[in-house]
């Protein structure tokens, strides 16, 4: 990047008017009193690709990438990295200098980050992990978990078969057992990872039977809104570790930003208020 040029980033998605990155990216942003900017982008389908092969020709150094468009943009780019090929969707593109569009996904690396920092004793290979939940989300913490160590997964989902996809894709470390089964698994984690929608402010109730959960096991959400889901609130009260999933999204930005704009940023209680507003 030369001196001249402001550097600008921003985030596509659809909808995208809710997405809390352009606040993160502008509290570092200012925090680190760099020069850049970072825009909210609503894109639908049909304009993905040409809009993303535009970007780099104004100015841009990189974009992230939101629901719906993960696994598309996967492959609209001209390189992946490894972990962005495990997870099947890119987050993160990178414009690079030789005109070369490289994605990658830094969700499972914000996933582990935000577990690392939130329980600091936590050990990835302690016993075993049950995730609840088989969509995009649960592919990056899988993928991160057996990065990470962790040599049994319990996984379960409302619909099975999915489960079943991704053990097939992740192997013998992986289990399924039934959704209805969840809350009986629970007594045997280490670590509980919901990686569904369930307990989201306008989604359906958490109702998962938690009487299982043992003191001392972490506990995470990547559900951020609330802050505080039944999930945790009752992993509280039975003496778990519990570790809220805005960290998550916060984490998962700075390899990005990093790479953007040239700074590695810190996530702290200032970066917290910030995107909390
Ligand atoms: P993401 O990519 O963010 O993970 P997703 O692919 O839509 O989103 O996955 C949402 C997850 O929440 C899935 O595991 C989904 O279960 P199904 O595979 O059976 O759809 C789960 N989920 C959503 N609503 C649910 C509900 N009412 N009960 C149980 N699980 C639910």
New binding site residues.
């Given amino acids: 990047m030369t001196d001249h040029k402001i550097p600008l980033a921003g985030v596509i998605g659809s909808p995208i008017a809710h997405s809390k990155s352009p606040a993160l990216h502008g509290h570092w942003l200012k925090t680190y009193g760099l020069k850049g900017a970072y825009i909210p982008m609503d894109v639908t389908d049909s304009n993905l690709e040409e809009v993303i092969r535009m970007l780099p020709k104004m100015g841009f150094v990189g974009v992230n990438i939101t ?1 719906p468009h ?1 696994v598309a943009a996967l492959w609209i780019a001209d390189q992946m990295t490894d972990r962005a090929t495990l997870i099947g969707a890119a987050n993160t593109l990178i414009f690079r200098r030789d005109g070369k569009i490289h994605a990658d996904n830094t969700d499972g690396y914000g996933f582990i980050a935000n577990l690392k920092q939130g329980a600091p004793g936590w050990q990835p290979a302690s016993g075993a992990a049950v995730v ?8 990056a913490v899988i993928a991160s978990l057996i990065e990470a160590g962790t040599t049994r997964i319990i996984l379960t ?3 099975r078969l ?2 079943e996809g991704l053990k097939s894709e992740f192997g013998s470390k992986v289990e399924v057992v039934d ?1 209805v089964q969840a809350g009986n698994v629970l007594e045997e984690a280490t670590t509980v990872i919901n ?4 307990g989201m402010t306008g ?2 109730e958490f109702r998962v039977p938690l009487d299982g959960l043992r003191p001392g096991t972490v506990v995470t959400d ?1 559900v951020y809104t609330p802050l505080k889901t039944r999930l945790l609130q009752e992993a509280e009260q039975a003496g778990c570790i519990t570790v809220d999933g805005l960290g998550m999204l916060l984490h998962q930005a700075v390899p990005a930003f990093e790479r953007w704009f040239g700074v590695r940023p810190e996530v702290d209680v200032n970066t917290r208020s910030a995107v909390l507003g």
């Fill in positions: 629901i993960k609840l939940g088989a969509g995009g989300a649960a592919r989902n409302r619909t999915k489960a959704w990686t569904t929608s369930l989604a359906p990547i």
